[in-house]
């Protein structure tokens, strides 16, 4: 048998102070002269105990009965206890360092991703303001090209349109860019939500081979405390990403109402819809499923509703479509400062 020195001490602990407990173990170790540890063998005890008996009182009666087979049991009991206690210790602790993991985790994929996006803002904006000159340039002799060259070739004509149609692609992405690279400034201003929704809808991009109705559900007056053109971006965004998921024939549609200090609101494809996998992955910057694009569009929508303390949420089921719920505070308090930081670094 061997004995756990602290569990003795334990034990002695329940008949006199604590202190003097440890006191006169501690002693009865030295004198007994073994070796200083917390497990000690039957007969290393048996010599602890030797030196205890001369403390006489109720140290002495404990170091004489402490190996009686009744008081033995009691040992084990209390050994048993106090395995469960650092069994229950161990847990809480592996708990509390799996939750700090966890969050740590969590902390280095945010620092990585704003690192990522400040540094994405600042080449969008130098790539940007570099591209639009020429850019203007092409198009101009685009127009020049349609409107003053004379021909009957059609392969001349349709290059001109498909040299125009490109330089308009290009035009979008760029904007993208400049606009990625430009979130943190707003301009806050009280509007009429439902009336941006009506004016944005007919700048939609729709393909020629496509046939899509519009279903729209809400008041025909939603104030909200916002930065309207970015409001607006948010809608074409994603109603453009509506219309691109349906194939060629579908509805999008679009809900508005108020929700006490909010506005939710809601725009619903039966597009093709996307897997967990990538529904995981939408607001990423760069992420992209389609062949055209930067996959900047939904991380531009998120960050705009970030700067509003508005929140998005995203439901979606492959080949069924693909629903885009908002929440956006009605009233514009500013963005907390963990959310400032997070955007602090843009432009």
Do not use: W
Not at 232 to 238: D, E, M, S, T
Not at 242 to 256: L, N, R
């Amino acid at each position: 048998m061997e004995y756990d020195i602290k569990v003795v001490i334990d034990l002695l602990a329940q008949s006199i102070d604590r202190r003097l407990a440890e006191k006169y173990i501690q002693e009865a170790v030295e004198e007994a002269e073994v070796e200083k540890k917390e497990i000690y063998s039957e007969e290393e005890f048996k010599e602890i105990c030797e030196s205890l008996k001369k403390k006489g009182g109720i140290v002495g009666l404990f170091a004489k009965v402490i190996n009686l087979p009744q008081y033995r049991e009691t040992y084990f009991r209390l050994v048993a206890q106090k395995e469960k206690e650092e069994k229950e210790k161990i847990e809480i602790l592996y708990r509390e360092l799996y939750l700090a993991y966890e969050k740590l985790s969590h902390m280095q994929e945010e620092l990585i991703k704003q690192e990522k996006l400040a540094t994405i803002g600042r080449l969008a904006a130098a790539v940007g303001h570099e591209l639009k000159n020429p850019l203007a340039t092409i198009k101009n002799i685009a127009y020049y090209f349609k409107k003053y060259l004379s021909t009957d070739n059609d392969k001349i004509k349709t290059f001109i349109n498909i040299l125009d149609s490109e330089v308009n692609r290009a035009a979008s992405i760029i904007n993208n860019l400049l606009d990625f690279s430009k979130l943190r400034k707003l301009n806050i201003s009280q509007f009429n939500l439902s009336e941006v929704m009506e004016t944005t809808i007919p700048f939609i991009y729709i393909p020629s081979n496509k046939k899509i109705e519009f279903k729209k559900d809400y008041s025909t007056e939603l104030i909200v405390e916002a930065d309207k053109d970015k409001i607006k971006q948010v809608f074409i965004n994603l109603l453009q990403n509506a219309v691109e998921a349906i194939s060629e024939e579908g509805q999008i549609s679009i809900e508005m109402k108020e929700a006490e200090d909010k506005v939710f609101i809601s725009i619903e494809d039966n597009g093709c819809g996307m897997t967990e996998e990538v529904k995981a992955k939408i607001f990423e910057p760069l992420f992209t499923t389609k062949t055209k694009g930067l996959g900047l569009g939904l991380s531009i929508v998120k960050e705009i509703l970030l700067q509003h303390n508005g929140e998005i949420e995203v439901e979606s089921e492959l080949n069924k479509g693909t629903k885009i719920k908002i929440f956006l505070p009605k009233n514009f308090i500013g963005y907390t400062d963990e959310k400032e930081k997070n955007i602090s670094d843009r432009g």
